[in-house]
């Protein structure tokens, strides 16, 4: 049997996923996102409106959203096949009252599909070296740290890159 924690866990995240639906997210969804990049990345970090608007129109963007029965944006995340055909997530970023219920890695496996659909085998990703959240999320998903990079961050942040191969 399950230890009852675990079990709880399992059922939060079927009640979530059951309560929601993960769909391709574009040029209509600007405002939505750029809206909800904000409160995501409330520490200065995040996108302004026009580069969500070039992300989002780009014929590389591998773009997905998750939508609430109201048809809410609960999360989303933006990746980008880049010049070496690597697949780059760019932002990932889940609602705060809609955090831990699987959204972030929902998304990261859309995200993954989508790559591979496309012939991209690696993905490689940037993070704060001081979010533990993201970085536990995609160190369960197999992304590795490969290099420390000083200053990677506007704020001066540091950040990790970190890689993973889809094959
Ligand atoms: C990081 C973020 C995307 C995670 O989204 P999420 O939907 O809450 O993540 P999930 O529910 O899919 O979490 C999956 C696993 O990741 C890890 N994780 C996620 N959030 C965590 C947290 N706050 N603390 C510790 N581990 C965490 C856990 O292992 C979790 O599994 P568990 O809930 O069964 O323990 C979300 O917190 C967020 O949007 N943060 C702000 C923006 C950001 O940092 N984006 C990433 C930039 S690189």
């Known amino acids: 049997m399950w230890p009852r924690r675990r079990k709880e866990k399992m059922d939060e995240y079927i009640v979530a996923a ?7 997210m574009g040029q209509g969804d600007l405002n939505e996102c750029w809206r909800l990049d904000q409160r995501c990345f409330s520490d200065g970090e995040a996108y302004d409106r ?15 959203k998750i939508v609430s029965p109201t048809d809410e944006m609960m999360a ?13 997530v ?5 609602a705060p ?12 496996y859309e995200v993954e599909q989508g790559f ?3 012939g991209v085998s ?20 197999g992304y590795k740290i490969v290099r420390r990079m000083a200053r990677y961050y506007t704020s001066g942040d540091d950040g990790y890159l970190m890689v993973k191969s889809l094959l």
């Open 116 to 118: 591979l659909r496309r």
């Open 18 to 24: 059951a309560e929601s639906v993960v769909i391709p």
């Open 50 to 64: 026009e580069t969500i608007r070039y992300l989002l129109a780009h014929v590389q963007s591998v773009c997905h």
């Open 76 to 88: 989303f995340v933006v990746g980008m096949i880049e010049p070496d055909n690597t697949g780059h």
């Open 122 to 141: 690696t993905v490689r990703l940037e993070v704060r070296t001081s979010n533990a959240a993201a970085q536990r999320l995609y160190l369960n998903l």
């Open 90 to 94: 760019v932002a990932l970023g889940v």
């Open 97 to 108: 009252e809609h955090r831990r219920l699987g959204h972030g890695q929902h998304l990261m």
